[in-house]
Every structure is written in C-alpha cells, then in structure tokens.
C-alpha cells in the first residue's frame, strides 16, 4: 500500500544556482534523484536556450539525461507571449498557434502536463483542446494567488473543460493559495529595506486574523503614514491569500500535478507560511494522483544577506511531505498502489 | 528577482583607441527567471552617477551582433536566454570616465502576463 502522490520538483526551484552558473540542468536532475524526487518539472523557456527551436538531437538527449538518473519528466511550464509586439496584441489565432507550438513540443518530449499561464483565456484554451487531445497533453491553467480554487476565472476554465466534456484541460494548482501564516521571510526583508517591526507585526497580525488586505493597505498608508518598505509589505497581502484545503477534493479531478511553492523550510523540517499539514490529508483523503513538484521561490527574499541553498530547501520539503502523507495515510488508509 | 546580479562589474572596459576611446561595454544578465524575446526588451537605460546616457548611445548584443534598442523592438527571432551574459555597448566619446563612479542599468520589460511593466536596477561602483 503506497501513496498515489508522487514526489517532484521544478527546475525553477534552483533559478538562483543556475542563473548564476553554479548548478546546470543536469546538477539539478542529478539532486533530485538524490533525494527520491523522480518527476522533474521543466521551463522550456528557461532551461532550454535555443527555446523555441529544439531538434530531435536535443529531446532525445533531455530524454536520456533524465533517464540516467532514474527520472522522467512530469511537466511543461508554458509561456505566451500575447505582448510580444509594442504596437498590437496578438490575435485569438497566434495565441492558439504558440500554444500549439508548445504542445508539440511537449508531447516530443514526452511530457503528459502543461502548465498554463492563469492569464490565458478559456476560450482561447478551447480551442487548443482538440490539438491536447491528438497530443495527449494536459493542459492545466495554474491556480496562483491571488485566484484560488474557486475564484471565478478559474471556474471559466473548469466550465469549459465540461462544456467540451475533456480530460485534456483543467487546472494545476500553486500552493501559494494556501498562505496561512505571513512568511517570515517576507517580513524580515522588508525590515531590512526600513520596514519598523511595530508595522511589521500589525501587518502580519492582520494577515493572522485573515481581515481583507485592503483594510490594511488603507490603515498602514493613511492612518499609521507607513513609509515605502511598510506600504509595499502591507501591499503584498494581496498576494497571501488562504484558501480552503477542504475544498481540494471538489475540484481533484481536474488536476493531475501540483506546483509545490514555499518560500522557506525551517531546520526542523516546517513550513511557517503554506498550509501542507491541511493540504496533504486532503489530497490522501480524495486519493488525488499526480505529482507533487517542489517550487521554491524563497532565493528573491534572502539573496540579499544570505547565501541561497536551493537543494537544502528542497530536501527539507520532501522530508516533511513523507512525514505528512505518512501520517495521513495513517489517519485514512493509503490508496492502492 | 535577480537585480543585484544584472551587471557584471568586472568586465567593465572601455572601447576604441586609448587615445581617442569612443565608449565602453560590459555584460549583463537578464533579470528573470526565463529567457525573452529581444522585442520584449522596451528599455536599457545605463546611467553614470545618476545621469542616464540617451537611448541611442546603447547598443545590444547577445551573441548575433549587435542592434540598437529601436532595432530590438522587432527582432522577433532573437532571444535574451536565462543566465546568459549579453554585452551592453554604450557611445561615451572618452570612454568610462576615471576614477570611481556608479554605473547603473535599468531593464525595462514587456511580460505579457503582467499588467504593468517589469522594471530590474542594479548598480555597481566602478573604477576602471
């Protein structure tokens, strides 16, 4: 009896080593093997520098590359460039186009889910579905905050999903709309950027209390005069939404990965900000399948006094996600291998 | 996300004849977590000690020449990859001036997901 959820890991996570040369694609395959995360998330756009121009020669050794190190890949991260010209937007047809585009490329690595940008328009995902379907890729709009599981440009997309009655296209949730706690690291930044801790700790107070951020905004930057570091921290409470985990097993069978975002791991294998301890039963509970991608984004918020370590991150994540699926399975009984 | 990496401080020189230096060059990165077409790249704006250099002196180049910032407006087939280092080309008749000055650059970026401009500032103090 083992668990359906299956451990991953974005390339995105290790953004930091790679823009700065200390880690290449295959350093970062290499690690996740390391530490049991098999399904390796990519970003064509960031991993692949003759992007959109990929011979066979290259998906065939991406192909290898994974399989030397016992992985595969689990999913394609898209991009649409709708502004690519200054002087007009790009039409319904090029956008169907790029996204064809990509598609193909997903499908000749071998590659079963897209992640789609939340901005790209349902319709526009409707017409792309028959091309997902012939390529048999997932196209999952990805649920970031500030919209969450039920907002109602997601529910655009899942309404067209059952509209053309498919299993091509759905969503791909981003963890981040399950921000309990006001991450420390955020916090800590802005205060070394003159944020006072008195503002600090009223902010994160509020987020605590979970009181619609525009009550802050207006408090911090009329009532208390924040000065620019407290308004951009009161600011980002837009972004910090927490959504209902117990509203995942609704929705479960309209994904089939999960963007596993976290911005820090304490030395005691916690999350301080994402809700994986009401986020991982629920996903045991509905006996969800899929692949549980690690995205770590904590290297913007401490690069400025810290040396990031990416793969420490992660392997601290993984650590918790076993104890926590263990302990759910537990509580729920593990679903049939 | 990346604006204290965005110049690289030492590969700072200057251009032309030393007697008659016409400006200088350095390398730069883009300041995203992805690549970006050159089209996407609305501004470069290099500054010295505060005082940005006009448009026109830039010059970009990723590796298959270089074209001016009106030029990257529609070269729809060329990217900026993630993590690679483009050389930036500025006309400053006497090059990079002596002794020590800040020079910065701002990137200005055309995301499509975004609804506002992406704006990356990096500066570094430099003494050629």
Known sequence: ????????????SFQEEMFLGQMNVEDCVAFASSIGAKGIEILPEQNMPNFPDISDAEVESWKDMVARHGCHLSAYDMFLDTKVSKDRPMTDDEQVASIVRDLRLCNRLGIKNMRILVFVRPDILGKCVPYAEELDVHMGVEVHAPWHLEHAWILRTIDEADRLNTRHLGILPDMGIFMKHYPPVFRARFERQGARPEITQFIVDQHEAKIMCEYTIYEVAVKMGGNKA?????????????????????YARYFRHIQA?????TEDYKDPAIAYDEVIPELVKCGWEGTLSSEYEGNRWIQDVSEVDSREQVRRQHVMFDRLITEAEQTFGAADA | MFDKYLIDADSVQNIGPLDALTGFSFLSKLGYYRGLGLSMIEELVVSIDGEALPREAVRFDEGKGPLTLDEMETAYDRRWPFGAAATIFVSLPGGFPGGSHELALSQKLRISYLPFPSFNHDKKRIAL
């Open chain 1, 261 to 265: 975002k976290f911005y820090e791991m």
């Open chain 1, 230 to 250: 407290e308004i951009a921290m009161a600011e980002s409470l837009r972004h910090a939404p927490y959504a209902n985990p117990k509203r995942i097993g609704d």
């Open chain 1, 1 to 12: 009896m083992t668990t359906k959820i299956k451990p991953g890991v974005s390339l995105y």
